[in-house]
Protein backbone atom coordinates (compact mmCIF):
# COMPACT_ATOMS: atom_id res chain seq x y z
CA UNK A 1 0.00 0.00 0.00
CA UNK A 2 1.35 3.49 -1.09
CA UNK A 3 0.30 6.42 1.12
CA UNK A 4 0.51 10.08 -0.36
CA UNK A 5 0.74 13.14 1.46
CA UNK A 6 -1.73 16.23 -0.53
CA UNK A 7 -2.54 20.09 0.43
CA UNK A 8 -5.38 19.87 -2.03
CA UNK A 9 -8.81 21.02 -1.41
CA UNK A 10 -11.03 18.32 -1.14
CA UNK A 11 -13.86 19.49 -3.36
CA UNK A 12 -11.08 19.85 -6.08
CA UNK A 13 -9.43 16.35 -5.65
CA UNK A 14 -9.89 14.32 -8.09
CA UNK A 15 -10.13 10.50 -6.69
CA UNK A 16 -12.39 7.06 -7.16
CA UNK A 17 -13.69 8.09 -3.93
CA UNK A 18 -13.03 10.50 -1.21
CA UNK A 19 -13.46 8.99 2.36
CA UNK A 20 -14.94 12.12 5.31
CA UNK A 21 -15.01 11.21 8.81
CA UNK A 22 -18.36 12.71 10.15
CA UNK A 23 -19.19 12.90 14.28
CA UNK A 24 -22.55 11.90 15.75
CA UNK A 25 -25.58 14.67 14.97
CA UNK A 26 -22.81 17.21 13.66
CA UNK A 27 -23.26 17.47 9.45
CA UNK A 28 -22.00 21.21 9.22
CA UNK A 29 -18.40 20.67 10.03
CA UNK A 30 -16.30 23.14 7.29
CA UNK A 31 -15.33 20.70 4.40
CA UNK A 32 -18.48 18.45 5.03
CA UNK A 33 -21.03 21.94 4.99
CA UNK A 34 -19.26 22.57 1.79
CA UNK A 35 -19.66 19.17 0.07
CA UNK A 36 -23.65 19.51 1.47
CA UNK A 37 -24.07 22.69 -0.35
CA UNK A 38 -22.23 21.41 -3.77
CA UNK A 39 -24.48 17.83 -3.52
CA UNK A 40 -28.08 20.25 -3.21
CA UNK A 41 -27.68 18.97 0.81
CA UNK A 42 -27.42 15.35 0.30
CA UNK A 43 -25.19 15.04 3.45
CA UNK A 44 -28.25 16.66 5.51
CA UNK A 45 -30.73 14.55 3.99
CA UNK A 46 -28.69 11.44 5.35
CA UNK A 47 -28.67 12.42 8.55
CA UNK A 48 -32.32 13.54 8.36
CA UNK A 49 -33.54 10.64 7.13
CA UNK A 50 -31.66 8.47 9.62
CA UNK A 51 -29.51 6.63 6.63
CA UNK A 52 -25.89 7.94 8.37
CA UNK A 53 -25.91 8.64 11.62
CA UNK A 54 -22.00 9.40 12.45
CA UNK A 55 -22.21 6.88 14.86
CA UNK A 56 -18.26 5.14 15.54
CA UNK A 57 -17.61 2.68 11.91
CA UNK A 58 -20.57 3.17 10.40
CA UNK A 59 -20.28 4.44 6.89
CA UNK A 60 -22.36 5.30 3.78
CA UNK A 61 -21.34 5.31 0.18
CA UNK A 62 -22.67 7.11 -2.93
CA UNK A 63 -21.70 8.60 -5.94
CA UNK A 64 -21.49 12.19 -6.92
CA UNK A 65 -22.66 12.04 -10.12
CA UNK A 66 -19.93 14.78 -11.17
CA UNK A 67 -20.55 17.33 -9.03
CA UNK A 68 -17.41 17.08 -7.12
CA UNK A 69 -13.73 16.16 -8.45
CA UNK A 70 -14.44 12.76 -6.69
CA UNK A 71 -16.52 10.02 -8.21
CA UNK A 72 -17.88 8.67 -4.83
CA UNK A 73 -17.61 9.78 -1.19
CA UNK A 74 -17.64 7.37 1.54
CA UNK A 75 -18.72 8.75 4.91
CA UNK A 76 -17.39 7.04 7.82
CA UNK A 77 -18.93 7.41 11.52
CA UNK A 78 -16.15 9.12 13.99
CA UNK A 79 -18.68 8.98 17.15
CA UNK A 80 -19.57 11.60 19.44
CA UNK A 81 -17.25 14.71 19.17
CA UNK A 82 -15.96 15.04 22.97
CA UNK A 83 -15.32 11.42 22.97
CA UNK A 84 -13.34 11.37 19.61
CA UNK A 85 -9.28 10.04 20.35
CA UNK A 86 -6.95 8.99 17.99
CA UNK A 87 -7.72 5.27 18.33
CA UNK A 88 -11.12 6.45 17.45
CA UNK A 89 -9.25 7.79 14.16
CA UNK A 90 -7.99 4.30 13.80
CA UNK A 91 -11.08 2.78 14.40
CA UNK A 92 -12.88 4.85 11.71
CA UNK A 93 -10.48 4.62 9.26
CA UNK A 94 -10.20 0.81 9.43
CA UNK A 95 -14.03 0.35 9.04
CA UNK A 96 -13.26 2.47 5.96
CA UNK A 97 -10.77 0.48 4.69
CA UNK A 98 -12.89 -2.45 5.17
CA UNK A 99 -16.04 -0.58 2.98
CA UNK A 100 -13.98 0.21 0.29
CA UNK A 101 -12.44 -3.81 0.14
CA UNK A 102 -16.21 -4.93 0.08
CA UNK A 103 -16.73 -2.02 -2.89
CA UNK A 104 -13.54 -4.01 -4.83
CA UNK A 105 -11.77 0.13 -4.85
CA UNK A 106 -8.45 0.10 -5.18
CA UNK A 107 -7.73 3.87 -4.65
CA UNK A 108 -8.70 6.51 -1.96
CA UNK A 109 -8.10 9.90 -0.56
CA UNK A 110 -8.96 10.33 3.25
CA UNK A 111 -9.92 13.80 4.35
CA UNK A 112 -7.60 14.88 7.96
CA UNK A 113 -9.40 17.86 8.93
CA UNK A 114 -7.22 17.96 12.07
CA UNK A 115 -3.86 17.25 10.19
CA UNK A 116 -1.14 16.05 11.74
CA UNK A 117 -2.03 14.85 15.12
CA UNK A 118 -4.19 12.18 13.50
CA UNK A 119 -2.41 11.47 10.06
CA UNK A 120 -0.52 8.46 12.00
CA UNK A 121 -3.78 6.80 13.52
CA UNK A 122 -5.53 7.21 10.14
CA UNK A 123 -2.85 6.00 8.13
CA UNK A 124 -2.66 2.79 10.85
CA UNK A 125 -6.53 2.34 10.48
CA UNK A 126 -6.18 2.01 6.55
CA UNK A 127 -3.45 -0.28 6.47
CA UNK A 128 -4.47 -2.50 9.12
CA UNK A 129 -8.32 -2.34 8.29
CA UNK A 130 -7.88 -3.52 4.07
CA UNK A 131 -5.69 -6.43 5.41
CA UNK A 132 -7.14 -9.93 4.07
CA UNK A 133 -5.49 -13.13 4.27
CA UNK A 134 -5.79 -14.64 0.11
CA UNK A 135 -2.83 -16.93 -0.48
CA UNK A 136 -5.05 -20.39 -0.59
CA UNK A 137 -8.02 -18.43 -2.40
CA UNK A 138 -8.31 -19.26 -6.37
CA UNK A 139 -11.23 -16.87 -7.24
CA UNK A 140 -9.92 -14.35 -9.97
CA UNK A 141 -12.52 -11.74 -9.12
CA UNK A 142 -11.02 -11.50 -5.50
CA UNK A 143 -11.55 -8.50 -4.19
CA UNK A 144 -8.64 -6.34 -2.84
CA UNK A 145 -8.62 -3.43 -0.23
CA UNK A 146 -6.85 -0.15 -1.78
CA UNK A 147 -3.77 0.17 -3.34
CA UNK A 148 -2.70 3.99 -2.89
CA UNK A 149 -4.44 6.50 -0.59
CA UNK A 150 -4.06 9.92 -0.25
CA UNK A 151 -3.94 11.57 2.54
CA UNK A 152 -5.52 15.69 2.37
CA UNK A 153 -4.44 17.87 5.10
CA UNK A 154 -5.04 21.29 5.54
CA UNK A 155 -2.31 24.03 4.30
CA UNK A 156 -0.89 24.91 7.76
CA UNK A 157 0.66 21.00 8.07
CA UNK A 158 3.57 20.32 7.68
CA UNK A 159 4.46 18.47 4.92
CA UNK A 160 8.03 17.07 5.82
CA UNK A 161 6.47 16.27 9.33
CA UNK A 162 3.54 14.87 7.57
CA UNK A 163 5.36 12.56 4.99
CA UNK A 164 7.80 11.41 7.67
CA UNK A 165 4.73 10.08 10.40
CA UNK A 166 3.08 8.38 7.14
CA UNK A 167 6.49 7.04 5.92
CA UNK A 168 6.59 5.37 9.36
CA UNK A 169 2.88 4.37 9.70
CA UNK A 170 3.55 2.43 6.29
CA UNK A 171 6.57 0.58 7.96
CA UNK A 172 5.01 -0.66 11.11
CA UNK A 173 1.89 -1.47 9.22
CA UNK A 174 3.99 -3.80 6.78
CA UNK A 175 5.21 -5.45 10.19
CA UNK A 176 2.32 -6.10 11.15
CA UNK A 177 1.04 -7.30 8.10
CA UNK A 178 3.54 -9.40 7.76
CA UNK A 179 3.10 -10.87 11.28
CA UNK A 180 -0.88 -11.68 10.44
CA UNK A 181 0.43 -13.74 7.06
CA UNK A 182 3.06 -15.80 9.02
CA UNK A 183 0.00 -16.65 12.16
CA UNK A 184 -2.29 -17.24 9.26
CA UNK A 185 -0.73 -19.51 7.60
CA UNK A 186 -1.55 -23.75 8.28
CA UNK A 187 -0.25 -25.91 10.42
CA UNK A 188 1.40 -28.05 7.52
CA UNK A 189 2.93 -24.95 5.86
CA UNK A 190 4.41 -23.15 9.37
CA UNK A 191 6.23 -25.63 10.53
CA UNK A 192 8.87 -24.86 12.99
CA UNK A 193 11.48 -25.53 10.24
CA UNK A 194 9.66 -23.27 7.62
CA UNK A 195 9.47 -20.69 10.78
CA UNK A 196 13.26 -20.51 11.07
CA UNK A 197 13.70 -20.07 7.12
CA UNK A 198 11.52 -17.15 7.38
CA UNK A 199 13.46 -16.00 10.10
CA UNK A 200 16.47 -16.10 8.13
CA UNK A 201 15.33 -14.19 5.42
CA UNK A 202 14.03 -11.62 7.22
CA UNK A 203 17.12 -11.01 8.79
CA UNK A 204 19.13 -11.47 5.44
CA UNK A 205 16.84 -8.68 4.48
CA UNK A 206 17.71 -6.25 7.01
CA UNK A 207 21.60 -7.64 7.86
CA UNK A 208 20.55 -8.50 11.23
CA UNK A 209 22.42 -11.38 12.69
CA UNK A 210 20.62 -14.78 13.19
CA UNK A 211 21.39 -17.74 14.40
CA UNK A 212 19.23 -21.15 14.19
CA UNK A 213 19.41 -24.03 16.11
CA UNK A 214 18.46 -27.37 15.32
CA UNK A 215 18.04 -30.38 17.68
CA UNK A 216 21.59 -31.14 17.91
CA UNK A 217 22.84 -27.59 19.30
CA UNK A 218 19.21 -27.96 21.98
CA UNK A 219 20.65 -31.29 23.12
CA UNK A 220 24.16 -29.69 23.50
CA UNK A 221 22.76 -26.73 25.34
CA UNK A 222 20.59 -28.14 27.19
CA UNK A 223 17.13 -27.07 26.58
CA UNK A 224 15.62 -30.08 27.69
CA UNK A 225 12.10 -28.70 28.11
CA UNK A 226 11.53 -27.80 24.75
CA UNK A 227 12.99 -30.71 23.50
CA UNK A 228 10.23 -32.57 25.67
CA UNK A 229 7.35 -30.74 24.28
CA UNK A 230 8.83 -31.61 20.73
CA UNK A 231 8.82 -35.28 20.97
CA UNK A 232 5.97 -36.13 19.88
CA UNK A 233 6.38 -34.61 16.69
CA UNK A 234 7.61 -35.91 13.39
CA UNK A 235 8.50 -31.78 12.98
CA UNK A 236 11.59 -31.19 14.85
CA UNK A 237 12.31 -27.96 17.27
CA UNK A 238 14.14 -24.68 15.80
CA UNK A 239 15.44 -22.19 18.24
CA UNK A 240 15.75 -18.64 16.49
CA UNK A 241 17.96 -15.63 18.14
CA UNK A 242 17.95 -12.23 16.39
CA UNK A 243 20.52 -9.54 17.46
CA UNK A 244 20.00 -6.16 16.26
CA UNK A 245 22.59 -3.31 17.82
CA UNK A 246 21.18 0.13 16.60
CA UNK A 247 22.64 1.80 20.20
CA UNK A 248 26.47 0.36 20.31
CA UNK A 249 27.76 -2.46 22.49
CA UNK A 250 27.42 -0.46 25.73
CA UNK A 251 24.13 -0.49 26.02
CA UNK A 252 22.04 -3.36 27.41
CA UNK A 253 19.72 -5.05 25.17
CA UNK A 254 16.01 -5.51 25.60
CA UNK A 255 15.40 -9.09 24.92
CA UNK A 256 12.37 -10.22 23.60
CA UNK A 257 10.84 -14.06 23.85
CA UNK A 258 8.29 -15.19 21.37
CA UNK A 259 6.48 -18.68 22.02
CA UNK A 260 6.50 -20.66 18.91
CA UNK A 261 3.85 -23.26 19.07
CA UNK A 262 3.29 -23.84 15.55
CA UNK A 263 0.27 -26.47 16.53
CA UNK A 264 -0.94 -27.38 19.96
CA UNK A 265 -3.14 -30.57 19.82
CA UNK A 266 -2.45 -30.47 24.08
CA UNK A 267 -0.28 -33.34 23.44
CA UNK A 268 -0.83 -36.43 25.17
CA UNK A 269 -3.66 -34.33 27.31
CA UNK A 270 -5.43 -33.87 24.00
CA UNK A 271 -7.44 -30.94 23.25
CA UNK A 272 -11.32 -31.01 22.50
CA UNK A 273 -12.08 -31.27 18.74
CA UNK A 274 -13.94 -28.12 18.28
CA UNK A 275 -11.14 -25.89 17.85
CA UNK A 276 -8.42 -27.53 17.44
CA UNK A 277 -8.00 -26.34 14.00
CA UNK A 278 -7.31 -22.54 15.17
CA UNK A 279 -4.59 -23.87 17.33
CA UNK A 280 -2.13 -23.04 14.39
CA UNK A 281 -2.02 -19.42 15.69
CA UNK A 282 -0.26 -20.88 19.25
CA UNK A 283 2.97 -19.25 17.42
CA UNK A 284 1.43 -15.87 17.20
CA UNK A 285 4.04 -14.34 19.89
CA UNK A 286 6.94 -16.06 17.68
CA UNK A 287 5.64 -14.17 14.62
CA UNK A 288 4.90 -10.75 16.41
CA UNK A 289 8.89 -10.91 17.66
CA UNK A 290 9.69 -11.48 13.89
CA UNK A 291 7.40 -8.45 13.04
CA UNK A 292 8.82 -6.45 15.67
CA UNK A 293 12.29 -7.05 14.38
CA UNK A 294 11.24 -6.09 10.51
CA UNK A 295 10.04 -2.67 12.33
CA UNK A 296 12.86 -1.79 14.34
CA UNK A 297 14.90 -2.57 11.35
CA UNK A 298 12.74 -0.69 9.03
CA UNK A 299 12.72 2.40 11.06
CA UNK A 300 16.63 2.05 11.95
CA UNK A 301 15.53 2.63 15.70
CA UNK A 302 18.59 3.49 18.26
CA UNK A 303 18.32 0.71 20.28
CA UNK A 304 19.90 -2.95 20.99
CA UNK A 305 17.36 -5.86 21.07
CA UNK A 306 17.25 -9.42 21.00
CA UNK A 307 14.98 -11.85 20.12
CA UNK A 308 14.83 -15.53 20.85
CA UNK A 309 11.86 -18.05 19.73
CA UNK A 310 11.62 -21.63 20.59
CA UNK A 311 9.68 -23.54 17.68
CA UNK A 312 8.02 -26.70 18.88
CA UNK A 313 4.46 -28.45 17.86
CA UNK A 314 2.78 -30.33 19.91
CA UNK A 315 1.51 -33.96 19.59
CA UNK A 316 0.54 -36.90 21.20
CA UNK A 317 2.99 -39.72 19.73
CA UNK A 318 4.71 -42.87 20.75
CA UNK A 319 7.76 -40.47 22.19
CA UNK A 320 5.83 -37.69 23.61
CA UNK A 321 6.17 -36.56 27.21
CA UNK A 322 3.71 -37.59 29.69
CA UNK A 323 1.79 -36.16 32.73
CA UNK A 324 3.59 -37.21 35.13
CA UNK A 325 7.51 -37.07 33.79
CA UNK A 326 10.11 -35.37 35.55
CA UNK A 327 11.72 -32.69 33.70
CA UNK A 328 15.42 -31.17 33.99
CA UNK A 329 15.45 -27.23 32.27
CA UNK A 330 17.73 -25.45 30.97
CA UNK A 331 17.83 -22.82 34.36
CA UNK A 332 18.52 -26.86 36.32
CA UNK A 333 14.82 -26.40 38.25
CA UNK A 334 12.94 -29.47 37.93
CA UNK A 335 9.50 -29.52 36.00
CA UNK A 336 6.75 -32.37 36.95
CA UNK A 337 4.59 -32.63 34.31
CA UNK A 338 0.53 -32.67 34.95
CA UNK A 339 -0.75 -31.53 32.01
CA UNK A 340 1.17 -31.73 28.30
CA UNK A 341 -1.30 -28.95 27.13
CA UNK A 342 0.19 -26.66 29.59
CA UNK A 343 3.95 -26.29 26.95
CA UNK A 344 4.30 -22.88 26.52
CA UNK A 345 5.32 -22.24 29.57
CA UNK A 346 7.81 -24.89 28.88
CA UNK A 347 9.51 -24.14 25.86
CA UNK A 348 9.72 -20.23 27.26
CA UNK A 349 11.46 -21.45 30.17
CA UNK A 350 14.54 -22.54 28.48
CA UNK A 351 13.99 -19.17 26.09
CA UNK A 352 13.63 -16.97 29.59
CA UNK A 353 16.67 -18.52 30.91
CA UNK A 354 18.83 -18.40 27.89
CA UNK A 355 17.74 -14.47 28.05
CA UNK A 356 19.69 -14.07 30.76
CA UNK A 357 23.30 -14.62 29.12
CA UNK A 358 22.66 -11.51 27.47
CA UNK A 359 22.56 -9.24 30.37
CA UNK A 360 19.76 -7.92 29.53
CA UNK A 361 18.05 -4.38 30.64
CA UNK A 362 14.93 -6.03 30.26
CA UNK A 363 13.13 -9.43 29.07
CA UNK A 364 9.58 -9.26 27.75
CA UNK A 365 7.95 -12.50 26.55
CA UNK A 366 4.71 -12.42 24.72
CA UNK A 367 2.50 -15.72 24.30
CA UNK A 368 -0.75 -17.34 23.43
CA UNK A 369 -0.25 -18.83 26.88
CA UNK A 370 -3.60 -19.57 28.97
CA UNK A 371 -7.28 -19.99 27.68
CA UNK A 372 -7.94 -18.74 31.38
CA UNK A 373 -7.33 -15.30 30.02
CA UNK A 374 -9.32 -15.42 27.54
CA UNK A 375 -11.99 -16.48 30.12
CA UNK A 376 -10.67 -13.43 32.29
CA UNK A 377 -10.51 -10.55 29.71
CA UNK A 378 -12.00 -11.68 27.09
CA UNK A 379 -10.94 -10.16 23.15
CA UNK A 380 -10.72 -6.90 23.87
CA UNK A 381 -7.42 -6.65 26.09
CA UNK A 382 -4.22 -8.72 26.47
CA UNK A 383 -2.77 -10.04 30.19
CA UNK A 384 -0.25 -8.82 31.22
CA UNK A 385 2.09 -9.89 34.66
CA UNK A 386 5.55 -8.28 35.89
CA UNK A 387 8.14 -7.97 38.50
CA UNK A 388 9.03 -4.64 37.76
CA UNK A 389 6.54 -1.78 38.26
CA UNK A 390 7.90 0.92 36.00
CA UNK A 391 8.38 -1.45 32.82
CA UNK A 392 4.56 -2.33 33.65
CA UNK A 393 3.58 0.65 33.22
CA UNK A 394 5.68 1.86 30.17
CA UNK A 395 3.66 -1.00 28.69
CA UNK A 396 0.78 0.09 29.53
CA UNK A 397 1.28 3.57 28.54
CA UNK A 398 2.07 1.91 25.05
CA UNK A 399 -1.20 -0.04 24.84
CA UNK A 400 -2.84 3.22 25.10
CA UNK A 401 -1.18 5.13 23.00
CA UNK A 402 -1.42 2.23 20.28
CA UNK A 403 -4.72 0.61 20.55
CA UNK A 404 -3.85 -2.42 21.80
CA UNK A 405 -4.56 -2.20 25.50
CA UNK A 406 -3.32 -4.76 28.43
CA UNK A 407 -4.84 -4.84 31.83
CA UNK A 408 -2.18 -6.43 34.67
CA UNK A 409 -3.24 -8.70 36.81
CA UNK A 410 -1.27 -9.73 40.33
CA UNK A 411 1.89 -11.74 40.86
CA UNK A 412 1.55 -12.36 44.90
CA UNK A 413 3.32 -15.07 46.46
CA UNK A 414 0.31 -16.83 47.15
CA UNK A 415 -0.25 -18.00 44.02
CA UNK A 416 2.79 -20.10 43.65
CA UNK A 417 1.36 -22.44 46.38
CA UNK A 418 -0.20 -24.04 43.35
CA UNK A 419 2.96 -24.85 41.61
CA UNK A 420 4.34 -26.46 44.38
CA UNK A 421 4.93 -30.28 43.35
CA UNK A 422 5.52 -33.36 45.46
CA UNK A 423 8.08 -34.74 43.58
CA UNK A 424 10.00 -31.59 41.59
CA UNK A 425 10.93 -28.13 42.30
CA UNK A 426 7.75 -26.61 40.40
CA UNK A 427 4.68 -28.31 38.67
CA UNK A 428 3.93 -27.02 35.11
CA UNK A 429 0.42 -26.21 35.85
CA UNK A 430 -1.84 -25.74 38.76
CA UNK A 431 -4.87 -26.21 37.42
CA UNK A 432 -7.96 -23.97 36.59
CA UNK A 433 -8.32 -21.46 39.48
CA UNK A 434 -6.45 -17.72 38.32
CA UNK A 435 -4.69 -19.95 35.33
CA UNK A 436 -3.23 -17.05 33.82
CA UNK A 437 -1.56 -15.78 37.00
CA UNK A 438 -0.09 -19.16 37.67
CA UNK A 439 1.43 -19.65 34.41
CA UNK A 440 3.25 -16.68 34.69
CA UNK A 441 4.16 -16.99 37.97
CA UNK A 442 5.85 -20.03 36.92
CA UNK A 443 7.69 -17.96 34.08
CA UNK A 444 8.97 -15.48 36.71
CA UNK A 445 11.06 -18.83 38.71
CA UNK A 446 13.26 -18.90 35.81
CA UNK A 447 14.13 -14.54 35.00
CA UNK A 448 15.90 -14.51 38.46
CA UNK A 449 16.01 -10.35 39.69
CA UNK A 450 16.15 -9.15 35.65
CA UNK A 451 12.82 -6.92 34.87
CA UNK A 452 10.21 -8.98 32.84
CA UNK A 453 7.30 -8.57 31.96
CA UNK A 454 4.46 -10.89 30.28
CA UNK A 455 2.03 -10.73 27.52
CA UNK A 456 -0.74 -12.95 27.58
CA UNK A 457 -2.24 -12.55 23.93
CA UNK A 458 -4.38 -16.08 24.12
CA UNK A 459 -7.35 -13.58 23.92
CA UNK A 460 -5.82 -10.74 21.44
CA UNK A 461 -4.10 -12.75 19.14
CA UNK A 462 -7.18 -13.97 16.65
CA UNK A 463 -10.19 -11.69 15.63
CA UNK A 464 -13.42 -14.01 15.19
CA UNK A 465 -15.70 -11.76 13.66
CA UNK A 466 -13.81 -8.68 11.96
CA UNK A 467 -13.82 -5.11 13.54
CA UNK A 468 -12.75 -1.82 12.50
CA UNK A 469 -9.46 -2.67 11.72
CA UNK A 470 -8.93 -5.76 13.02
CA UNK A 471 -10.48 -8.08 9.74
CA UNK A 472 -11.20 -11.49 10.78
CA UNK A 473 -8.21 -13.58 11.50
CA UNK A 474 -4.84 -13.23 13.07
CA UNK A 475 -4.85 -9.27 14.70
CA UNK A 476 -0.98 -8.94 14.96
CA UNK A 477 -1.52 -7.68 18.14
CA UNK A 478 1.66 -6.97 20.41
CA UNK A 479 3.81 -6.24 17.60
CA UNK A 480 2.30 -2.08 17.85
CA UNK A 481 2.70 -2.33 21.42
CA UNK A 482 6.13 -3.16 21.59
CA UNK A 483 7.18 -0.86 19.19
CA UNK A 484 6.03 1.89 20.64
CA UNK A 485 7.74 0.61 24.01
CA UNK A 486 10.71 0.83 22.03
CA UNK A 487 10.18 4.06 20.60
CA UNK A 488 9.69 5.24 24.56
CA UNK A 489 13.58 3.97 25.49
CA UNK A 490 15.14 6.03 22.18
Known amino acids: MKFQLNHEDPLRYSCPVLVIGCFEEKAYEPTLARFD????GVVSALYRD???T??????KLFNTFGKVAAERLLLVGLGKE?????????QASGAAAQALRAAGLSGCAVCVPEGNGLLRAAAEGIA???YSFDQYKTDPDLKTGPATVAFLVPEGCS???GEQLLDEARLVCEAVRYTRDLVSQPGNVATPSFLAEKALELAALFDIPCQVWDREDLERHGMTALLAVARGSRQQPRFISFDYRGAG?????VVLVGKGITFDAGGISLKPRDGMERMKDDMAGAAVV?????AVASLKLPVNLVGLIPLAENLPGGNAYKPGDVLRSLSGKTIEIVNTDAEGRLVLCDALHHALSYRPAAVIDVATLTGACVVALGRFASGLLSNDDALARALKRAGEETGERVWQLPLWEEYGELMKSDIADLKNSGGPPAGTITAAWFLKNFVGTTRWAHLDIAGTAWEEKGRHYLPKGATGIGLRLLVQYLRGLC
Do not use: C, H, N, S
Request: overall charge positive; aromatic content about 8%.
Open 159 to 161: AVD
Open 82 to 90: QEFTPERMR
Open 128 to 130: LGA
Open 290 to 294: MGVFM
Open 249 to 253: DRKKP
Open 54 to 59: GALGKT
Open 37 to 40: QTLD
Open 50 to 52: KEF
